[in-house]
Structure formats: structure tokens, C-alpha cells
Nanobody, 123 residues
Framework: QVQLVESGGGLVQAGGSLRLSCAAS????????MGWFRQAPGTERLFVAA????????YYADSVKGRFTISRDNAKNTVYLQMNSLKPEDTAVYYC????????????????WGQGTQVTVSS
């Protein structure tokens, strides 16, 4: 059974940092693109970042460029999201996703999702 499990969320003050992890099990995802999305209450799930299978290419939403960094460790079947200079508007549930069928920025293209981890940034 394929599982993606996120961890590392929590409560942090504005300007602080968090590092999210997404551990995959049930199969290897070392040859596919992985992504992070986030969803605030009452809103749609939005693209945050994605990383190619090798880690050589990364993609970011404009709202997080320069503050967030996505990376992966294929030996550990794990993807990370380092979040710095956090803002209250970054508050959301963050989801890990794997293997998009097409454009990595579109949530509907992904079949594999984690359960999400809450990130709350206080002002």
C-alpha cells in the first residue's frame, strides 16, 4: 500500500522557520516528480513547490520564492520543504503529493497524497 506521510508542521511566529518532511512507503518514488501543496480553510488546494526526480529542477509558487526550498533524498524516499521567513498568510495544511500525470502545479494531476500537516504562523 502506497503511503505518503508528512511531518514537521506546527506553530511558529512570523519570521520563523519550519522544515516539513514527506516520507514515502509502499513503493519508491525516486523516479518521479514530487510536490507540495497547501490549503487554508475555505480555499482550494494550491501549488507550493515541486522537485524533479533527480532534484535537479525545482519549481515554486511566486508567493514562496526566495523563502521556501524543496529538496529530496531518494535514498530515504523522502521529500523536504524548508520554510523560512514565514508569514501569517502561509498558515495552511500542507500536503505532499507524488507522480503528477501532467503539469506539476495542478493538484488534480496527482494521484498520491499524504494526509497533511498543519502549519500555523502567528503574527
Amino acid at each position: 500500500q502506497v503511503q505518503l506521510v508528512e511531518s514537521g508542521g506546527g506553530l511558529v511566529q512570523a519570521g520563523g522557520s519550519l522544515r516539513l518532511s514527506c516520507a514515502a512507503s509502499g513503493r519508491t518514488f525516486s523516479s518521479v516528480t514530487m510536490g507540495w501543496f497547501r490549503q487554508a480553510p475555505g480555499t482550494e488546494r494550491l501549488f507550493v513547490a515541486a522537485v524533479s526526480w533527480s532534484g535537479g529542477r525545482t519549481y515554486y509558487a511566486d508567493s514562496v520564492k526566495g523563502r521556501f526550498t524543496i529538496s529530496r533524498d531518494n535514498a530515504k524516499n523522502t521529500v523536504y520543504l524548508q520554510m523560512n521567513s514565514l508569514k501569517p498568510e502561509d498558515t495552511a495544511v500542507y500536503y505532499c503529493a507524488a507522480e503528477p500525470r501532467s503539469a506539476a502545479v495542478i493538484a488534480a494531476n496527482y494521484d498520491y497524497w499524504g494526509q497533511g500537516t498543519q502549519v500555523t504562523v502567528s503574527s
